[in-house]
């Protein structure tokens, strides 16, 4: 932050667009200072309290992330543009919005219908626009990003959504931003995208999630806890259970995209963005049980060897230890997620699974394979 | 002077600095059981990097030695004036209490204990993190009473909680005991999945943020530190990587010590959970950063491990022989 000289105070009320940052100096003439300097500096490079009004594109939107992050951007004043096919629609009311809210973000949000797979739309379309920034939020592949910048030179910054999938299997955890990334990895794409970014010269920065959770999640993380607990089910875990994992809520990755926007300091940078604890499997259940109110829930742990389930997933996460620090977005960014792993998970349950909502109807076969195959061997 | 010389007869062993010095110097008074567990190793590097930051101290062992009986600290230290007291020796109120109201009425002004991580409760989500720093007025301590009392005490204070530790001179087996079975070709015993995460620290991380915490007393006051390295590691990786370090293959055997009926804490020198603590306070209230890098620290211990001849030193392992031969029949883990 730029050092500000102190003039002669003035009787004079602040400019409202500044004056969040300047009510401590009582309406002096800084305001006018502070405003040509931000003119003088390179665009984007500035961070003021609040930001100029910016022209973003939203690549996706309608499905989870993007739909809070819309609304996030919109409130701040931005003209928020969501790239989507409309297959989805392009609002809906979310379980705890106000009639006002929701009409007030409606009217504001913009939609610009295209595949993002045809790149020659892509590049026109865009091109024709123009955007000062873009949220890249369901890319996967570097080629799907070329057009983009392409279409943009004088793009301010891309920001990313990565995944902390792209790292190396490693013994020595948590995963940090510096550690090695795996070239084969299922997310290979996302890194390839990164290094795309880097080569290109334009600002970026890069977020990486861990599992991700909450309302309108389409990823069966909690939904898969919260079927087997409302069935009254036990839980099968794989072996034995300690291996740890990591969620973050989606309200905070989507505030932590809002605070990377015009941030030097995250200019060129890639952040690991999830829960500031971590949890493991057999934590994870009960944690679940508690959000929803369910007795402490009974776990049965088995190995995955002795089964063949076929093309079915028997649990939802990766059998490994898989986490990643935070810590570099919270000392550079003094990013502190909202919701600790209860708070967020009952969020998730009031607010989604809790009111019968779900993405993936209830599969126990799996379930029940194990389950008929431990208690033969009890009985 | 003479008056001086009375009261504190060691003194004439710093005479020969400057009358100024004395007074930008911290007197440290390091009390250190050289018999215990794993914190020995703590105080001697401690002392080191102190001296070599330029703080005049007294100590158990190396430098100016005074010795005597920690609970007879009151005489042994008569008359001399120290401005930090590091307490490295206590396992329980008693054996701290007298050094913590020596301290006190001889006008210390910061108390640091190390304390362990090995007092934090078992827990679902980890990592083991300190809490938020209290009101300096009101400092909410859990844990030991060792830990509430030097906090009624004390109104400047920190607690630094480690976990393992490798380093020469380290009383207690940690690399050592990986190392003795791969160099002799034997398989390695470890409990439960090998999965269980520890934090295993270089005990130079532990010395500098003793030594941060000296430095920035303010900042250090009524709060408590993991004093653990700021990368965790599984035990089966830690296996790994100690093979690595000696350039050998390694066997991993898992076992459950209870189907073998075997005492796990002699079987195994860590825990048979998750004991895994993060530095956050240190890095966020000291500016603490970590250094350890077990892969290249571990190389150097193998080859002092070597040097010392250990190597070749002729060793039983009944509890394992146990281990191995219990597995013979299938065990569920």
């Known amino acids: ?379 | 002077m003479d008056l001086v010389r009375k009261q504190a007869p060691w003194l004439p062993l710093l005479l020969h600095l400057p009358l100024l010095h004395l007074l930008h110097f911290l007197f440290i008074l390091v009390s250190l059981n050289t018999n215990s567990g794993g914190h020995a190793v703590i105080g001697f590097y401690f002392a080191k990097e102190l001296l070599g930051s330029g703080h005049e101290e007294i100590t158990r062992a190396g430098g100016k030695t005074m010795w005597g009986d920690p609970a007879d600290v009151g005489n042994v230290v008569a008359g001399a004036t120290f401005d930090v007291v590091l307490d490295n020796n206590g396992k329980d109120l008693d054996t701290v209490r007298p050094v913590i109201d020596r301290a006190k009425s001889s006008g210390v002004k910061q108390f640091l204990f190390i304390s362990s991580a090995g007092i934090y409760k078992p827990t679902d989500e980890p990592p083991h993190v300190e809490g938020i720093k209290q009101n300096l007025h009101y400092c909410r301590m859990s844990g030991s009473g060792v830990e509430k009392y030097i906090a009624e005490v004390f109104g400047s204070w920190a607690v630094f909680r480690p976990q393992y530790m490798i380093r020469s001179g380290n009383n207690k087996d940690c690399e050592e005991w990986f190392f003795d079975r791969i160099v002799r070709n034997r398989p390695v015993p470890i409990p439960g999945s090998g999965m269980q995460l520890t934090n295993i620290a270089h005990v130079r991380d532990l010395s500098s943020m003793l030594t941060l915490a000296v430095e920035k007393p303010e900042a250090a006051s009524c709060n408590i530190f993991n004093c653990v390295s700021h990368r965790a590691m599984t035990l089966d990786g830690m296996a790994r990587l100690c093979a690595e370090a000696a350039g050998l293959p390694v066997e991993i055997v898992h076992h459950d010590p209870k189907a073998v009926g075997i005492d796990a804490k002699k079987a195994f020198p860590f825990r048979n959970m998750h004991v895994y603590s993060e530095p956050r306070a240190a890095k966020d209230i000291l500016g603490w950063e970590g250094t350890t890098n077990l892969q290249e620290d571990l190389k150097e211990r193998f080859k002092e491990y070597v040097k010392i001849g250990r190597d070749k030193k002729p060793m039983q392992f009944e509890i394992d022989d146990k281990i191995l031969e219990a597995l013979k029949v299938p065990v569920a883990v």
């Open chain 1, 1 to 379: 932050m730029a050092k500000l000289v102190v003039l002669q105070p003035t009787k004079q009320p602040p400019i409202s667009l500044l004056s969040s940052s300047l009510s401590h100096f009582n309406g002096t003439k800084l305001c006018q200072i502070q405003y040509k300097r931000k003119v003088c500096q390179p665009k984007g490079a500035l961070h003021v309290a609040a930001s100029s009004t910016k022209k973003i594109l939203i690549m996706g939107g309608t499905r989870f992330i993007g739909v809070f992050l819309s609304r996030l951007l919109v409130k701040e004043g931005h003209q928020v543009t969501l790239f989507t096919r409309g297959k989805a629609p392009v609002t809906q009311q979310l379980p705890g919005e106000s009639d006002s809210d929701y009409s007030d973000f409606k009217s504001k949000i913009l939609h610009l219908k295209g595949d993002r797979q045809d790149f020659e739309f892509v590049k026109s379309s865009l091109s024709a626009e123009g955007f000062d920034v873009v949220y890249d939020i369901n890319g996967r592949e570097a080629v799907e990003v070329e057009p983009i910048l392409d279409a943009l030179p004088n793009l301010e910054q891309f920001i990313y959504c990565s995944s902390a999938g792209v790292y190396l299997k490693s013994d020595i955890l948590p995963h940090c931003e510096v550690d090695a990334v795996d070239p084969k990895s299922r997310h290979k794409g996302k890194l390839n995208t990164e290094s795309l970014l880097e080569k290109s010269g334009v600002n970026w920065t890069s977020l990486r999630p861990v599992y991700i959770y909450g309302p309108l999640n389409y990823n069966p993380v909690e939904e898969w806890f919260f079927h087997r607990l409302k069935a009254g089910r036990p839980i099968p875990i794989p072996n034995s259970g300690v291996q740890i994992t990591q969620l973050g809520h989606v309200k905070d990755l989507a505030t932590a995209f809002v605070r990377v926007l015009g941030n030097e300091k995250a200019s060129k940078q890639v952040f690991n963005i999830s829960g500031e604890k971590y949890v493991t499997f057999d934590g994870l259940a009960k944690a679940c049980a508690k959000a929803g109110g369910f007795p402490e829930p009974e776990i049965v742990h088995y190995n995955p060897k002795e089964f063949d389930f076929g093309k079915k997933k028997a649990f939802p996460f990766r059998d490994q230890h898989f986490f990643a620090s935070v810590e570099k977005a919270k000392h550079v960014l003094g990013l502190k997620p909202e919701f600790d792993l209860v708070e967020g998970l009952t969020d998730s349950y009031n607010l989604d699974f809790g009111r019968g909502t779900y993405r993936k109807e209830a599969d126990f076969s799996t379930d029940d394979m194990i389950l008929n195959k431990t208690f033969a061997l009890q009985s």
